[in-house]
């Protein structure tokens, strides 16, 4: 997975100055970014606090993690079936 180039603080600083008043074409040229990515920000982290903003990135690592465990133990278990059917 790519990783970004801005923290999430420095999401949520820049979404709370565009809500301040700042334009979306003026954000996007200092930061260097596309207004597509300052629209999907706002849809992930728009009304969030620093630390929700945190929490929310934690919980979505840790979910990540899980379904990786889920696959390979799934992976797992359909080996041992395949080995336990065949007839020696």
Avoid: P
């Avoid at 003026?26 to 630390?51: D, F, H, P």
């Avoid at 903003?53 to 395949?82: H, P, Q």
């Amino acid at each position: 997975m790519k990783k970004t180039r801005f923290s999430v603080e420095q999401i949520v600083a820049v979404l709370a100055e565009h809500e301040a008043g700042t334009s979306t074409a003026e954000l996007c040229r200092r930061l260097g970014i596309a207004s597509n990515t300052l629209y999907r920000w706002k849809a992930k982290y728009g009304g969030m606090q620093v630390s929700e903003a945190k929490r929310l990135k934690e919980l979505e690592d840790e979910n990540g993690k899980l379904k990786r465990m889920v696959a390979e133990l799934m992976l797992e278990n359909s080996a041992i079936k395949e080995v336990l059917t065949k007839k020696w």
